[in-house]
């Protein structure tokens, strides 16, 4: 995600960008706005849309980006054919040179978030040799246009917004979407905790236990999910085929379910499931168990079910001789997960933002 060919000139992209704000009670078709013309980038490379074909030269582009910018992740080509499911609404422009290599793109998606948002999230690279040709700025253009176009003909309702996702380091990405109305809405920190310190024993109360993953619970584990999305809340509740999807990057012997046996059935508690990025390793300068998601029901939180998931998760990390366990927190969290992480020693390392507009 990374514009960083900022306009040598930028106060008018500010203007054309901002729209009044129109009454939230109307359809989003009408709020949305659409543009009669969408500012399609032209010049200086050969430009067109972009279609699952073209992951590869979009992967090769990514690492050319992550690299440069030196960003503490990865993005995989697996990740970046998920961009096209066909049952998501999206676009994507981008821009070959001479070469037909590809040098810079744009994309968007529209999705409704946990919280109940209609999204469409916008993400993109520029090569770091094609910058500060106003290209960027073109993406942008034309992203805050198609986004408007997929919002009002994706047939959701609710609250909405167009989104950016910035890595807080790279300060060029964020100066250009600030200069065409995006604030910054929400802060995520990754976290790293060292395996080579202590890691505690957490006592649980009676009928309480955590015991390994089995594919036996997984549906029982993908409900307990919902449902503790449910009770802080919000929505995002996952069918079977989208928590296959999900559990497609999940390493078993790193995930953990909590039980309660306290009746004939035993009930989940709260689990936890965790992936190994390798990809994202050389990036980061150490391996890493990364957990992808931690969740308590309501009948079993303060009862020290979250500690214990972690302290097996990180075990079992270590065992397999992992560095660090890895975790993004997000600080508008109403649960308050950061300082349960802190407790047990994970420190900050780097921080995204959310850039957004609403609508």
Not at 196 to 212: K, T
Request: with cysteine.
């Amino acid at each position: 995600m990374s514009f960083l060919d900022l306009p040598k000139r930028g106060g008018d992209d500010r203007q054309r960008n901002q729209y009044p704000r129109v009454p939230a009670d109307l359809p989003l078709a009408v709020r949305a706005e659409p543009p009669a013309h969408i500012r399609i980038p032209v010049g200086q490379a050969r430009w067109r849309a972009l279609h699952e074909a073209d992951v590869g030269a979009m992967a090769r582009l990514q690492r050319v980006v992550e690299d440069h910018d030196r960003t503490p992740f990865r993005t995989t080509e697996s990740e970046l054919v998920d961009l096209f499911e066909p049952d998501v609404p999206h676009s994507a422009y981008g821009a070959f040179d001479d070469a037909g290599e590809l040098v810079a793109y744009g994309y968007v998606r529209v999705q409704v978030t946990e919280q109940s948002v209609v999204r469409a999230t916008c993400s993109g690279a520029v090569h770091p040799s094609w910058r500060d040709r106003n290209i960027g700025t073109s993406i942008v253009a034309w992203q805050l246009d198609i986004a408007r176009h997929l919002l009002a003909k994706s047939g959701l309702e609710g609250p909405a917004q167009i989104a950016h996702f910035a890595e807080e380091t790279v300060t060029g990405m964020i100066d250009l979407l600030e200069r065409n109305g995006f604030t910054a809405r929400r802060w995520f920190t990754q976290m790293r905790r060292d395996l080579s310190e202590e890691i505690p024993d957490i006592p649980l109360g009676p009928y309480l236990a955590v015991v390994p993953w089995s594919e036996t619970l997984s549906d029982a584990v993908r409900r307990a999910h919902n449902q503790a999305f449910a009770d802080h809340g919000e929505s995002g509740a996952l069918t079977p085929l989208q928590w296959e999807r999900l559990m497609a990057d999940v390493v078993r012997e790193w995930s953990f379910v909590a039980l309660d046996r306290s009746t004939d059935r035993a009930r989940v508690a709260g689990y936890i499931l965790s992936s190994r990025w390798e990809e994202d390793w050389q990036a980061l300068g150490w391996r890493e168990g990364y957990i992808e998601a931690l969740g308590v029901l309501a009948p079993w939180r303060r009862r020290g079910v979250a500690r214990a998931l972690l302290c097996h998760s990180m075990r079992a990390f270590r065992e397999s001789g992992m560095d660090f366990a890895g975790i993004d927190v997000d600080l508008d969290d109403p649960a308050g997960a950061q300082h349960l992480y802190v407790q047990l020693g994970f420190e900050p390392t780097h921080r995204t933002v959310l850039y957004a507009i609403d609508l």
